[in-house]
Structures are given as C-alpha cells and as structure tokens.
C-alpha cells in the first residue's frame, strides 16, 4: 500500500492528460482485481463537467474488466461509507464510486470524513475497490478531517480543467432551459468569476437590486451547472431575500423555481413540492412551475398527478419543448408508445437543435416497428452529436436488419473508429459479413473484438454472441447472466441485442424457466 507521508495538497502533473489518469485509476483497480485485494483511490476533479466525463470514461472500462460500478451519493443518514458498503452483497465484483462527502451532516460537515477515520480498516478487511470523487474543498477537507484514512488511499489522480468545453453538455435533458437566463452551461469557471467580481463592485443600495438579483440568479444557475448546490441554493435565498418587496413579485417567482428545480436534483421531493406550490399560488400560470411540479409527481409515483401538470404546463405554453419531452418520457414509462410519439414530435419542432428529443423519437419509431422513421430520427441526432457512438451503434443495426449492408458497415466502423473498445459494433459487422455471405471478413472481425471481449460481464458476451449469430454461445452466457442477476427476464424479453434468438426453442426454453 502506498502511504506517502501526510499532505493537505494533492498532485498535479500537468504532463498527464485526461486519457492517461483515466488509465492510473483503471490500472490500480485491475491489480486490486487480479490480486483479490481492496483498492482506495481519490480522483480530484475541478469542475462538475469534467467530473461526469471522468465518472462516465472510467465506468465503461470498468465494466469491460467484468465488474459493476455502483454509485453512491453521501447523505445525512448514509454518511458511514465503510459500514454501508460493507453490507451489499457480492462487493468483490463491484467498484463503488462515492461521491458528496460534504452531505454528510454534522459540524463542519464532518461526519463522513470521522466516520471514514474511524472504520478505515473495515475497507481493508472487506476487500472493498472504491474511488471516491471529491471537489477541490472537498479534497482540502479530507487530509484535514481524516488523516488516518488519508493515509490508508492507495492513489490520488487529480484531472485538470483544461478539457471543460469539449463536455460542456453534459445536461441533455433540456431542465436547464427552465432557467430565465441568458447563459448557457459552457465555460463555467470564467463566467462565475466574472459575475462575482461584477456582484462585489456593486453598492448595497436600493437602486441596484434588480442587477445584484440578475447577478445572482446567474450565478445560481451557472454554479447548478457545477451541481455545487450549496453555492446556487445561497445565491437563490440571498436574492429572494433581497427580492421581498411585493414590486419584486416576478422576482420571486423566478428565483423559487429554481429553488424547486435544485431541491428536485437533490431528491428533496418533498421541499421541492412545497416551494413549487407556493408558486403557482402566487402565479397559476407559470409553465415552468407546472412543468417541475409535474417531474416531482412523476418521480413520487403519483402518475395522474403528473400527466395532469404536465398537460397544465403546455396549455399555458403549447411551444414548451421541455415540457413537451418530458411528456413523452411519461408516456414511454406508462407504454404508451403512440402518445410518446406525438409528444416527441412537439419536442423536435419547437427546439430542433437539441438532440435529446430526437433520440427519444428515434428509440420510440424503432420500438413501434417503424425503422425508416428511426433512421431519419437518428440521423438528425446524430448530426447535433456526432460523438455519440451508441447512436450510430443503434443506426447500424437498423441498417441491417433491413438487409442495407453496406449503410451498416459504415455506421459500425464509424462507431469503432471513435470508440475502438465498444464492442457492440463489432458484432455488427460480424453478422453483416455472416448475412452477406463473406466468412473470411466475418472471421476476421470476431478474432479482432476476442482480446476486447475476454474481461466482459456474461451479459455483454451473450449480447455480443447473439449478434453474431451463435445462438449456443449466446444463449449460454445468458443464463449465466440470468443467474448472477446481470438482467432481469423482462429486459432479456425487451433487449434488441436478443432479437434474433427468440425463435430458438434454446432461447424458448431457457426463459421459460424465470
């Protein structure tokens, strides 16, 4: 174990890119893997953006050395780390990664950072792999608050801020245009800076309180970019309390649905009802106000509740795209594929430049049976976000199931070209060269995804089996998968991959069993 000698300050090789820290933290937790030992490793991240990249890049190689990524955010009540991940079960195939040891409670927020201290050697008696994202006070508070865990971490990789543009959009859900602001989420770190040296500058007088609330509303929003709450949820109740004169009424109203929209990412359901509430009596006929009600009710599983404010939402604004794509989402959820479809379409006409609705589109006319529809869908998507290679994944699979080979062997390498270890793909191409008759090509490409495939999970094997036609080999690493709880039978039933087994009386027979 490498326990260098106490330090509050983490390192920072600036040689190192993005790729290659990735890699020190895959690599320490593949020697945890192959040595059966436990492995405690401290990513530092400086922004919100780099940090869900970081998350996501890791993940997938995660998962490509067969084992699962649990993540867990820190609250008041699970705030024993050690203890609270020592009780899931079969944690030797898992690597947690932990999050928000600022939630914790207690004085200075410290009772994560105690409890860490305290139950340090439970991480190594357990065998337990975690990596633990911390924000940059976060990283402070740790040496500070539990120096005797501090030195119990095995590495510290700290990634840099330099790569924040290339993954500002990390929110594809259109919430953030709920906010009245004219920003959006891209550089964050330059646009916080600026607007609170303007906030210092101004006097504390009556005649600029509508350019200190305008300030700080956009503070609040740029730091929810962040996902750093504490800060937006400060700025928002120091402008509502600037804002308590009844001239200000809009200002307020504004200002609490923001509140609602942060306590709703909090899965503060409850706070995020009440203030929610309080606006649409004090302005029925706010649409964002409807519209966040309608994604709390939604997420409390009151169904009628939803689908009412929802439709409430869009009656007071029938352009609301945002509203509109979160209709059809209810609509998927309670499968009702022909009113998710019409909602969708509202969603892509009122914002087409945003990709997320025409994903949705596209997954939806695929699943009622309509894949030229699908293509047309995907390819809008894909032309908004040419990186996303689950996309031209899903485009080259259409393509082949309509028999238009050549279309689908170029999605597919497109795929392998900007994710050369993404499996799937291959596959893709080793059923085309199959259907076309073309064995060499089709042998060629299964020999090259072998050395990509050895440390996959059972699912992603059977998955990749299935594609490529060898329905014995499929059809056995799905029952190991069954077994270890990889998937559950409904999603083996809904899975695309596994189309193309269910005439298999194998396949018939081995589902019939759960």
């Keep these: 174990m490498n326990n260098p000698s106490f330090s509050g300050q983490v390192p920072n090789i600036s040689s190192e890119s ?3 820290r990735i890699t020190t933290l895959l690599e320490e937790i593949d020697l945890a893997i192959k040595w059966d030992r436990p492995s405690i ?3 530092v991240y400086p922004s919100e953006i780099i940090n869900n990249r970081a998350q996501e890049s890791l993940e997938q190689h995660i998962v490509w050395l067969g084992q699962k990524v649990t993540r867990i955010k820190v609250d008041k009540e699970n705030f024993d780390l050690a203890w609270f991940v020592s009780q899931f079960e079969q944690h030797d195939k898992v690597v947690f990664f932990i999050s928000g040891l600022r939630w914790g409670g207690g004085r200075s927020r410290s009772n994560t950072y105690q409890a860490l201290n305290m139950r340090r050697e439970l991480f190594v008696d357990e065998k337990i792999r975690l990596v633990i994202w911390l924000n940059q006070k976060e990283a402070s508070d740790l040496p500070h608050h539990a120096p005797d865990f501090w030195a119990f971490r095995h590495r510290v990789v700290e990634f840099p801020d330099n790569i924040s543009s290339k993954f500002s959009s990390f929110r594809d859900n259109l919430s953030w245009r709920d906010w009245q602001v004219n920003e959006t989420p891209h550089d964050l770190k330059a646009k916080i800076a600026l607007r609170e ?10 005649s600029s309180l509508f350019t200190r609330t305008d300030l700080m509303y956009a503070l609040a929003f740029l730091n929810w970019c962040q996902l750093d709450y504490d800060r937006a949820t400060s700025y928002l109740e120091n402008g509502l309390a600037l804002a308590s004169h009844p001239q200000a009424a809009a200002i307020q109203v504004k200002f609490k649905i923001a509140l609602g929209m942060l306590y709703h990412d909090q899965y503060l359901m409850d706070k995020s009802q009440t203030i929610l509430h309080q606006v649409i009596e004090q302005e029925p006929h706010s649409p964002a106000a409807w519209n966040n009600l309608a994604r709390v009710f939604n997420d409390q599983g009151r169904q009628e509740d939803a689908l009412h404010a929802f439709k409430k939402a869009i009656k007071l604004s029938p352009r609301y795209a945002n509203a509109w794509n979160n209709l059809g989402n209810f609509h998927i ?14 969603a892509t006409r009122f914002e087409p430049q945003n990709a997320k609705p025409w994903i949705n589109l596209a997954h939806t006319h695929l699943d009622s049976g309509q894949p030229d529809l699908a293509i047309r869908a995907y390819k809008k998507a894909i032309r908004l976000v040419p990186e996303n290679t689950s996309l031209l994944n899903d485009l080259g699979n259409i393509y082949r199931g309509m028999n238009r080979f050549k279309d689908a062997i170029s999605s ?14 291959y596959a893709g191409l080793v ?15 299964f020999s090259l995804a072998q050395p990509l ?6 699912l992603t094997k059977a998955e990749f089996e299935a594609l490529c036609g060898n329905h014995h080999a499929a059809i056995r690493f799905l029952k190991i998968a069954l077994d270890e709880n990889q998937i559950n039978p409904d999603s083996v039933r809904t899975n695309q991959n596994f189309n193309g087994l269910h005439a298999d009386s194998r396949y018939q027979e081995l589902m019939a069993g759960y």
């Design 18 to 20: 993005f790729e290659d």
């Design 453 to 458: 495939l050895e440390n996959q999970p059972a």
């Design 431 to 445: 059923a085309c060269y199959r259907q076309m008759g073309r064995s060499d090509s089709a042998s060629k490409h």
């Design 41 to 43: 490793l401290l990513a």
């Design 333 to 346: 959820e309670n499968g009702n594929r022909v009113e998710a479809l019409l909602a969708y379409k509202q």
């Design 412 to 425: 597919y390498n497109k795929a392998i070209k900007l994710t050369p270890k993404f499996i799937l793909p």
């Design 197 to 206: 040296s303007m906030l210092a500058d101004l006097p504390v007088s009556d």
